[in-house]
């Protein structure tokens, strides 16, 4: 990850020399537009979801009918999960173009793996029949019955990334400010993640509209580059996933970052 990090600033580094030659002033934010991130996150998230498993009857015969309709034609499973986990590293990039000193606009691109734990709680419901006849369902129950609870906990791993479009915002356009460098910034997109039990038993995949907000400080290093840090608040909402219809729930992530900028 750290090589790839190095050959992007490389990369970087060609470009603002092609652009240095257009003679932007020194300390200010314009023209092209690049930085490299390495930050370490919290995430926490919860799913709920629902599973009917195959049919199945306990009757008790006596004589020529059923007489004791204790019986259950399915059993379904109810799960919540809550997920709470560190996020290192994550990685990102942007790439794009400031304005006036004032306005960077870019496209950001992020990737990164997640360890944590989550609290399952399984619940187990079936719909008695309340009334038969030689073998025959004639009525169900109105409702649920619940037969079981389980709560445990497990390791999950992830993996996720993002892709969007944001911009941030340099108030304080006086070099000689001592919040000169202060951002605010802005970013939309589309993300995802995929998880994994520490069994390698239960996956889990899903899609999410990412909004991003984020609060920061760059200090100059040279009349182009500078180095900074930040705090980041995320909210992904679903949009899809890969197994359940009834999946609920959206996932929220806090992220101190650290990172180097150009323009």
């Known amino acids: 990850m750290i090589k790839v990090l190095v050959v992007v600033t490389l990369l ?31 995430s926490q998230f919860s799913t709920y979801r629902e ?15 059923y007489v004791n309709w204790q019986s259950y034609s399915f059993v379904d499973h ?19 173009r400031s304005f006036g000193n004032l ?13 944590g734990s989550a609290k399952v709680v399984e619940k187990r419901y079936t719909r008695p029949i309340v009334e038969g006849y030689n073998g025959h369902v004639i ?20 993996v996720s990334g993002m892709a969007g479009l944001g911009f941030a915002v340099y108030p304080f356009r006086d070099p000689n400010n001592m919040w000169n460098g202060t951002f ?14 520490g069994n390698d038993i239960d996956t889990f995949g899903q899609i ?4 991003r ?8 290093v040279s009349e182009t580059w500078s180095i900074g840090a930040s705090f980041v608040y995320s909210l992904f909402s679903v949009i899809e996933d890969d197994m359940y219809e009834n999946y609920r729930g959206d996932r929220t992530e806090i992220r101190f970052l650290i990172r180097i900028t150009r323009g």
Request: aromatic share 20%; glycine share 12%.
């Open 12 to 42: 970087a580094t060609a470009l603002w020399a092609e652009d240095s030659k257009k003679g932007f002033p020194p300390y200010e934010h314009r023209g092209f537009f690049f930085s490299a991130g390495l930050g370490l996150g919290y």
């Open 184 to 197: 605010f910034a802005y970013t939309g997109g589309i993300a995802g993640i995929c998880t994994v039990d």
């Open 103 to 115: 306005m960077a606009v870019y496209s950001l691109f992020e990737a990164g793996m997640s360890t």
């Open 51 to 65: 599973a009917t498993h195959g049919a199945y009857t306990y009757d008790e015969y006596i004589g020529d009918g």
């Open 78 to 96: 109810s799960i919540d999960e809550e997920y709470s986990g560190f996020a290192a590293p994550m990685m990102e990039f942007r790439f794009g």
């Open 139 to 158: 009525k169900y129950a109105d409702e649920d019955v619940q037969i079981g609870e389980t709560t445990y906990k497990e390791d999950v791993y992830a």
């Open 208 to 211: 999410n509209v990412l909004t």
């Open 213 to 220: 907000f984020e609060i920061g400080k760059d200090w100059w």
